[in-house]
C-alpha cells in the first residue's frame, strides 16, 4: 500500500489517517498550527475550559456516530441537556426548533478538543510544520516546508485545509499538468465567512435561562452565536463563576478584525448585556479569537475536484466541501480516504 502525506490535522485529516491505516497504509500527517483538531478546539485558562471554535458535535450518519461513540468514545462524552433557542435582529428571543432540539448535542467534560486528541494518538503527527510547496516526482510527491526543507516523498498527498489555503498551495507548487490551473478553479469557488470569537467569564453566574444557547436567525444582529458555555458542565468554569461566548456574525466580526482584543470583549460584552436585557458585571476574564476561515458559505464541489486530481495522486476533503459542521468533517474525510485507496489499487493495477 502507498505512503500518504496528508496536510492538515483537522477532524477530516485525522479521520482519513485513521482509515488509510485501517488498509495498510503509511500515514504521516503535517499540521501547522501547535494542536490537532482545526475548529474542534477547547482552550484551558484561569481554571476555565472553553470551546472557542466548533461549539458542539450534531448526529451525522453511522460512521460519524460510530467514531464518537465506539471507536474513539470517551468517558466524559456527554449530550447538553438544554435546548437551543432563536433571536432575530430586534432581540426577540424565542424557543427553537424541537426536531433539531431534540437531536444530541455532544461534547466533553473536558472541552471538544478531547476528540482530536483521542484520535491523534499513536498516529504520526509533525506539529508545526506547514507545508508550502509540493513538486512532484516519477512515483509521487515531495513536500517542503516554508523554510524550504523537505518533508518527506510520498506516494500520494490527501489535503484537509480549508480550500481557500489549498488553492494557494497547489499554486505555489510545480505541477506540469494543465489541470493545475482547473484544480485551482475549483477549490476557489469555496467561500468563507470569518468569524471572531470572544469569551466572557463572568462572577457572579449570570442569570439561569430555559435554553443553553441562542443563535441568530435572519442573520441581521452583531452576535450570530450566543452560549452559556458552563450549561456543558461545571468542570468547566471556576466555583461560582460562569462564562458566556459570543461569535460574532460576519460583518461584525470584518468592521473590528483590527480592533484590539480588550475593545472588542468591552463592546461584546455590553451587546450582549443589551441582547439579556441582563445588567450583567464586567467581566473578570475575556479572550478573544479570530478564525478567518470559520464557515464556508460556498462549497467546492469534491467530486469533481478528486476526479481531476487523483490521478495526479492528489485528493482534498474537508468542510470547504461539505459545510462547517464537525460530524460532516469526519465523515468527508472517511469518504476521500476510501476513494483514494480505490483509485490507488486501480492505478496500481494498471501499473
Known sequence: MPSIAIIGAGCS??????????????VTIFEQMHEV??????????????????????????I??????ERFQLSDLI????????????????????????????????GLSALARCMAQELDIRLQTRIDYLQPGLTGWKL?????????????VLITIPASEAAELVKKSQIQDRRQ???CALLEKARYNPIISVMLGYRPIPQKRPFYALVNTDKAHPISWLAWEHEKSLERVPERSGMLIAQMAPRYSLDNWFNSDSAISYDVAHQISTLLDEPLDEPFYFDVFHWKYALPTVKANAEQLNALSMPLGLAFCGD???????????EHGVEVA??????STQADKEL
Open 13 to 26: 485529516g485525522l479521520a482519513a489517517a485513521h482509515e488509510l491505516l485501517d488498509a495498510g497504509c503509511a
Open 64 to 69: 460519524s456516530i460510530s467514531l464518537i461513540t
Open 320 to 330: 470547504g466541501f461539505v459545510g462547517g459542521r464537525v460530524h460532516l468533517a469526519l
Open 144 to 156: 517542503s516546508n516554508n523554510r524550504g526543507e523537505e518533508c518527506g516523498k510520498f506516494d500520494r
Open 37 to 62: 483538531g482545526g475548529r474542534a478546539v477547547s482552550r484551558k485558562q484561569q481554571g476555565f475550559i472553553y470551546d472557542y471554535g466548533a461549539q458542539y458535535i450534531k448526529r451525522g450518519s453511522q
Open 79 to 110: 449530550d447538553i441537556a438544554k435546548p437551543v433557542w432563536i433571536f432575530d435582529r430586534d432581540g426577540h428571543i424565542q424557543e427553537g426548533d424541537p426536531i433539531q432540539n431534540a437531536d444530541p448535542k455532544w461534547n466533553y467534560r473536558s
Open 338 to 343: 476510501r476513494q483514494l485507496l480505490v483509485h
Open 181 to 183: 490551473e482547473k484544480i
